[in-house]
């Protein structure tokens, strides 16, 4: 029987902190074998915005990340709260939070998932339009954060050259230049057509 | 001092398993708050194939995850092993378990973070031309998977539509379009260059 989910026999927490918890689960496939443990990895949803101006310029910021413990390039975004009573909520906190601006428009991009194998979250990505800078950023001090817009072929230019390296961020800017219509795709004919 | 990484001032282990390993950091930032605990995830490099033949159809699987909870269409890939001396090598490797399938070439689109803030390993994604079929697929019982060949239009609607929701493999499939010469971005004046 393909594509039937495994069984949970018996689950227990590894880790439970308000950041990061860790189950694991013994579990059984739909073709009887067990697997246990299978390590899964859950926290809250994750946000995430693609913010551009009127140029079509993108909002990135740049950052120290402790995971990779390297200065990264990225768009706003972070962790849902508790609080926030639905995603939007969650991005346009980050964003003001992160960056000083707010936005007429928070366009959904959908519900992805960061690592299907691994983890239970999801990541909600927002294409965000009509920005204006009301406050200064109001970040925690662990986060320097240096704001800065770039014009689409710069964006495209350093993803190519790998300047910009978090690959859940460029999911979603792919999401949002897709939803937007800023990307066509080339046929094996030459033509073109919109994605 | 913006932009300067963390100190560590001391670390331990929380879970050390083959498969998912998660450290807390004792760390200060450069303005000289102290952040107790900070939780890392290790685990090995994945790698990523972004599989295209002749008529630019790209090979998808759908494979139940115990992540989501969920039959998710993704690309083919996996864990490097140990084993592995290089990238490449890990990725023809899960290519072949998975679908059964090899290729002529195998173009490196470069080392991507999964998720900068809490993640220490890299994702290595492969634009991968010229597929030949060499082999019945050789997973491990946990891993029913179905292969199918789908047309890029098809793809892209798969994709605005939600049906295709892994983030870090949309991020792979943004980039091998991208290095193939298959997507132009268009610019506000109606223009388009290849991205």
Redesign the interface.
């Given at each position: 029987m393909?594509?039937?989910?495994?069984k949970i026999e018996a689950s227990s927490s590894?880790?439970d902190?308000p950041?990061?918890k860790?189950r694991a689960?013994a579990?059984t496939?739909?073709?009887g074998?067990r697997?246990d443990?299978?390590?899964?990895?859950e926290s809250e949803d994750w946000v995430h915005t693609a913010v551009f101006d009127e140029?079509?310029r993108i909002l990135l910021i740049?950052?120290?990340?402790?995971?990779?413990?390297?200065?990264?390039l990225?768009i706003p975004g972070g962790n849902m709260d508790p609080g926030d009573p639905n995603p939007e909520t969650a991005a346009r906190r980050e964003l003001l939070e992160e960056t000083g601006y707010t936005a007429d428009q928070f366009i959904p991009l959908?519900?992805?998932?960061?690592?299907?194998?691994?983890?239970?979250n999801?990541?909600h990505g927002f294409a965000v339009l009509g920005p204006r800078k009301v406050a200064e950023p109001a970040t925690d001090?662990?986060e320097?954060i240096?704001c800065e817009w770039v014009e689409?072929?710069e964006l495209?230019r350093r993803?190519?050259a790998?300047e910009f390296?978090?690959?859940?961020h460029?999911?979603?800017?792919?999401?949002a230049?897709?939803?937007l219509?800023?990307?066509?795709?080339?046929?094996?004919q030459g033509r073109?057509?919109t994605?």
């Open positions: 393909k594509h039937a989910p495994w590894i880790l902190t950041w990061l860790v689960d579990c496939t739909p073709s074998e697997i443990p299978y390590y899964v990895v140029q079509r740049r950052l120290y990340r402790h995971g990779n413990q390297a200065v990264n990225e959908g519900d992805l998932t960061p690592n299907s194998a691994r983890n239970t999801s990541l001090a662990a320097e240096s689409l072929p495209m993803i190519a790998g390296r978090q690959a859940l460029l999911a979603v800017i792919f999401l230049l897709q939803k219509g800023w990307l066509d795709l080339d046929t094996a073109t057509s994605v």
